[in-house]
C-alpha cells in the first residue's frame, strides 16, 4: 500500500513575498503539476517526473503495450545513438538540421541523438539475414526517449527537448499489405484514444519531413495548441490548416459538404500515422526475399504517439485551474484515503473504521490503487485539499461523522463531482463500480452504467469529435 507520508512529492513552496521571475510560458498542466511536486524541471527544456507521475506515466506505458500488441507488434530496444551516416543515405541531413543533438564519440564518429527511428530500424533489417515474404508483416516498436533541440520549448512536457515516444514501424511485403497495416494500427489507435476517454480530432495530414503517402494526425483540442484545424460540424470532416487548400483555410465552407459549418480550433497533436512506402528502404537497402527468391524493397509504415505529450494535454484538457483531472486510466490511485488527524476525540474509534476500510478498498481495487493519507499531524481539511488537488478519481474521508451513534457516514469525494455522504457498503460500493468501470475501458469497451442506482462516477465520455 502506498503512504502519502512515505512518499517523494516536492510540492513547491514559494515563499510569501517572493518575486517569481516568469521566464517561460505556463500552461495549465505544467503548472499544476510543478506546484504539486509531481514535474520538477531539470534544465531548460527538459523534466525529472516524480513517483506520482511516474505511475501515470507507468499506466499509459502499459496501456499502449497492449494496444500495440492486440495490433501485431513486437517490442524491441534501439540505441539512442544512431549514426549520421544513415541518415546521409535518406537524405535527412540536407534540410534544415538545427534540431538534432549530434554527439561525437572518442574516435570522431558523429551520432545523431535520435529524435526518431526510421533510418536506425531500417538498418537493422538491411542488415539481417534475408527476410522471408513469409515473415511478413513485422510490426516491431518500442517506448523510448526521443531528443529534439526546440527553438521554444515550452508548457512543460507538452513540447519538451526530451520527452517519451512510442514508434512502430511497420514492414510489408506491397503498398496494398502495407495500406492494411495502416488501417490495423489505425483501428488500434483510435482505440487507444477512446479508452483515455479525452474528446480528440483525427485529421488527414501532410507527410512533411517523414515522406510518404498517406497520414493521419491525432489531436486534443486547447487552446495551447499549435496546430490550427478545421472542423465542420455538420458532416464531421476534419482538418489541418497546414494541409488544406489555402482558399480552403480561409473559407468557412466545409471541402467536404459545401455546408458553412466550418470552424477552427487549436490542437496538440499527440500521435501521427504514416504510409512510408519504400522512402528509407530503398536507400538503406532494406530488402526481403519475394515468392520468386528475387529481392525487393520493404514496404513501411511508422506510427508515433507522444507519450508524456499525451499525459500533459489530457491533463491540460482535463483539469480546471486548481485541480488536476485524470483520465479513469491513468489516475496515478484510484483511491485516497483520508483518517482522523492525530489527537482528535474521534481519533480511536475513527481509526479502526479506517483500517477496516484499507483492508476492504485493498481487495477491491488492489493495494497498489490506493492512496492512504496518514500524515496525521494535518488536519483533515489540509489533506483534503491536497487530495482534490491531486484530482484523484475518490477520495474516501473518516472523520468525525463516521462515529457519531445514530447513521455513521463517510465523506466521498469524485474528482470534479459532489461531495457525498455514504454508509461504508456504499462508498465501498462506488470503488467497485470504478474498478468496473476501468476494467471495461482496458478491454477496450465502452463504459456501461450497470448499477442505475450508483451515484454516477464518470465525468468525461471519449469520443471522436
Ligand atoms: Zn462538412
Redesign the pocket.
Known amino acids: 500500500m502506498n503512504k502519502a507520508s512515505r512518499l517523494f512529492w516536492p510540492a513547491l513552496v514559494t515563499p510569501k513575498n517572493a518575486v517569481v521571475k516568469q521566464t517561460e510560458q505556463l500552461s495549465r498542466s505544467q503548472k499544476l503539476l510543478t506546484e504539486l511536486g509531481l514535474v520538477k524541471s531539470g534544465s531548460n527544456g527538459t523534466y525529472q517526473i516524480m513517483p506520482i507521475a511516474q505511475r501515470s506515466v507507468d499506466k499509459l506505458f502499459e496501456l499502449v503495450d497492449s494496444n500495440m500488441q492486440r495490433a501485431g507488434g513486437q517490442k524491441i530496444s534501439l540505441p539512442i545513438l544512431t549514426p549520421t551516416g544513415l541518415w546521409k543515405k535518406t537524405g535527412r541531413l540536407e534540410g534544415d538540421i538545427s534540431e538534432f543533438y549530434m554527439v561525437r564519440d572518442r574516435s570522431g564518429k558523429q551520432f545523431l541523438m535520435s529524435p526518431t527511428h526510421e533510418e536506425a530500424v531500417t538498418a537493422m533489417l538491411a542488415t539481417t539475414a534475408p527476410i522471408s515474404y513469409r515473415q511478413l508483416p513485422l510490426r516491431l516498436y518500442q517506448i523510448g526517449p526521443k531528443f529534439r533541440d526546440e527553438l521554444k520549448s515550452r508548457f512543460g512536457l507538452m513540447r519538451a527537448k526530451e520527452f517519451l515516444m512510442k514508434d512502430l514501424y511497420t514492414f510489408d511485403v506491397s503498398e496494398e499489405t502495407a495500406r492494411h497495416t495502416y488501417s490495423v494500427v489505425s483501428e488500434a489507435y483510435d482505440r487507444l484514444f477512446k479508452q483515455l476517454e479525452v474528446p480528440f480530432v483525427k485529421v488527414s495530414a501532410a507527410t512533411g519531413m517523414m515522406g510518404g503517402s498517406l497520414s493521419h494526425e491525432y489531436h486534443y483540442v486547447s487552446p495551447v495548441g499549435e496546430d490550427t484545424l478545421l472542423q ?1 460540424s ?4 476534419a482538418g489541418n490548416a497546414e494541409v488544406l487548400d489555402s482558399t480552403v483555410a480561409a473559407s468557412t465552407d ?6 458553412a ?2 470552424s477552427q480550433v487549436r490542437g496538440v497533436e499527440v500521435a501521427h500515422t504514416f504510409l512510408l512506402g519504400e522512402k528509407y528502404s530503398k536507400p538503406l537497402g532494406a530488402t526481403f526475399l519475394n515468392t520468386s527468391a528475387k529481392p525487393q524493397s520493404l514496404v513501411m509504415g511508422c506510427y508515433g504517439i507522444g507519450i508524456t505529450r499525451v499525459l500533459a494535454s489530457a491533463l491540460e484538457v482535463l483539469s480546471t485551474e486548481q485541480e488536476l483531472r485524470w483520465p479513469k486510466l491513468l489516475a496515478p490511485y484510484d483511491v485516497c484515503l483520508i483518517g482522523p488527524k492525530q489527537g482528535s476525540k474521534e481519533q480511536q474509534p475513527a481509526e479502526a473504521i479506517e483500517n477496516e476500510l484499507l483492508q476492504h478498498i485493498g481487495q477491491i481495487c488492489g493495494a497498489q490503487e490506493l492512496l492512504h493519507d496518514d500524515r496525521k499531524e494535518l488536519t483533515i481539511g489540509k489533506r483534503l485539499l491536497d487530495a482534490k488537488r491531486l484530482g484523484h478519481p475518490l477520495t474516501i474521508v473518516v472523520g468525525a461523522r463516521a462515529v457519531q451513534q445514530e447513521a455513521p457516514k463517510l465523506e466521498l469525494h469524485v474528482s470534479g463531482g459532489e461531495k457525498m455522504e455514504l454508509e461504508l457498503n456504499d462508498a465501498l460500493k462506488l470503488v467497485a463500480e470504478h474498478s468496473r468501470q476501468k476494467k471495461c475501458l482496458l478491454q477496450g469497451n465502452a463504459v456501461t452504467v450497470q448499477d442505475a442506482e450508483a451515484p454516477r462516477i464518470s465525468q468525461s465520455v471519449g469520443h471522436q469529435l
Request: hydrophobic share 15%; aromatic share 8%; glycine share 8%.
Open positions: 465542420c455538420s458532416c464531421g470532416f466545409c471541402p467536404s459538404c459545401r455546408s459549418q466550418l
